[in-house]
């Protein structure tokens, strides 16, 4: 079945500094989405992409989805405090089931 | 609108009791989840359902059941619970695609 990978699974950065994390499956994806849960919440919707290739921003944070739409990435300028928590991709090839990969956990320190 | 929402938050269960984790959601989403998240894990699909009357398996249904009356609520019933069942169990629905998930339900099986 589909298995969708994600690195690295903690990273820990100064504040100012960028961080990206990167998601990988093994199949070809319809759709990706990026989640963040904050310690102790629950998975909030980030943003979903769609096409070959699209690149999507929101203010500091950047998301690309591979030509071969089997690879995305999220990129965050500038990271802050609030950027705190663990960054899920998703991906989905049957519409409505998504494969969660395990997360990215961001440490942001001042 | 409360958007999803789970009952209860926390739970402490005997090895061999029975409870339902309850979810209810007021968006007339046709389409809601079961998750349970282990820690340092991902999100791992239980059971789904597209609409009232229809459910189907996720990727670890055992020692699961569920059932979908109605639009609005997708009970998780677990009827034998084992320590291996100790976990966070998140409800979510969707209209299509994008996941909206509740605040989760933790539980300890001792």
């Known amino acids: 079945g589909q298995q969708v990978m994600q690195i690295p699974q903690y990273q820990h950065v100064q504040e100012g500094e960028d961080f990206t994390t990167y998601c990988n499956s093994s199949?070809?994806?319809?759709?990706i989405q990026w989640y963040k849960q904050r310690p102790g919440g629950h998975p909030v919707f980030l943003i979903q992409?769609?096409?070959?290739?699209e690149v999507k921003k929101q203010k500091r944070l950047t998301f690309q989805f591979g030509e071969a739409k089997k690879n995305s990435s999220l990129h965050i300028t500038a990271t802050q405090t609030t950027d705190v928590g663990t960054y899920f991709c998703a991906g989905s090839n049957s519409g409505y089931a998504l494969n969660f990969g395990k997360g990215t956990s961001l440490l942001v320190t001042p | 609108n409360a958007g999803v929402t789970q009952t209860p938050k926390f739970r402490i269960l005997k090895i061999g009791q029975s409870m339902t984790l309850q979810c209810t959601q007021d968006?007339?989403?046709?389409?809601m989840y079961w998750y349970r998240q282990d820690p340092g894990m991902g999100l791992k699909l239980i059971y789904y359902?597209?609409?009232?009357?229809?459910?189907d398996k996720g990727e670890v249904p055992n020692g699961y059941n569920v059932s979908r009356s109605t639009t609005e609520d997708f009970p998780l019933r677990l009827e034998l619970a084992a320590p291996s069942q100790t976990s966070v169990y998140f409800c979510?629905?969707?209209?299509?695609?994008?996941?909206?998930f509740g605040p989760g339900t933790r539980l300890l099986v001792l």
């Open positions: 199949t070809t994806l319809s759709n």
């Open positions: 359902s597209v609409g009232a009357g229809i459910t």
């Open positions: 968006m007339n989403h046709n389409y």
């Open positions: 979510a629905s969707s209209p299509q695609e994008t996941q909206y």
């Open positions: 992409l769609v096409k070959s290739g």
